[in-house]
């Protein structure tokens, strides 16, 4: 007598972690179809919403389209996404800019399907399993995850916290060194802790560098 094999189960999809390539997409979005590879060469600022027109929701897109000529600046895109339609995406874009009088212009993927969202693990199931969480994914020029970010659907995003990331994460491959807590640019640096003996007395005797001890020590840059 045949059996009938049990179907198989699909493996779990590991989710990206900080220093992954960030997983790969094309999908649909207000400035039309878009893939990851498209923003290759500059950083990209990836983040969910939860739902269109609503409070919170709208209060983060006023103030991302604030801060986004400060992120071009710094040669970083912008992109949000929900598991709205691009229907219902035009339509809040077009109400923000009628009735707040702001204009965003970067562009929202439509993630009706959910498959950006299940690829970047922005939908918790444990507080909604369907709206995506206010998820921030930093990706570096060459596709990389740098950082990552979850806030409930309650609390809205701290803008300046994002731009000071941002700028951090620049500054840390441009110098290689460490920004300490509550670091803002024009602030000192942290040197990464010598290896060996002698690295440690070269390091505390170093002109222009401030030294607690051997292993912490600033400098400006």
Not at 127 to 145: G, L, N, Y
Not at 149 to 158: A, D, K, M, S, V
Not at 193 to 219: I, M
């Amino acid at each position: 007598m045949s059996v009938n094999p049990e179907p198989s189960v699909p493996a779990p999809r590991a989710l990206p972690r900080i220093g992954d390539p960030a997983p790969p997409f094309t999908a649909e979005t207000t400035f039309g179809t878009l893939k990851l590879e498209d923003f290759k060469g500059s950083w990209l600022v990836l983040f969910s919403h939860p739902a269109d027109f609503t409070p919170v929701c709208t209060t983060e897109f006023l103030a991302f389209a604030e801060i986004h000529s400060e992120l071009r600046a710094l040669n970083c895109e912008l992109m949000g996404l929900s598991i709205d339609s691009v229907f219902s995406h035009i339509a809040w874009v077009r109400n923000i800019e009628e009735k707040m009088g702001v204009k965003i212009d970067f562009p929202i993927i439509a993630d009706l399907n959910k498959e950006v969202a299940t690829l970047y693990g922005m939908i918790n199931p444990g507080e909604s399993k369907t709206e995506t969480s206010r998820a921030v994914f930093v990706i570096d020029p060459q596709q990389v995850v740098r950082a990552i970010i979850y806030y409930p659907l309650t609390t809205g995003r701290n803008m300046h916290e994002i731009l000071r990331l941002v700028k951090a994460l620049q500054t840390t491959d441009a110098h290689g060194v460490a920004t300490p807590a509550n670091w803002q640019p024009g602030d000192k640096v942290i040197l990464p802790p010598p290896r060996t003996v002698e690295a440690a007395a070269e390091r505390v005797a170093q002109e222009g560098v401030e030294c607690k001890d051997w292993y912490f020590c600033k400098k400006a840059l």
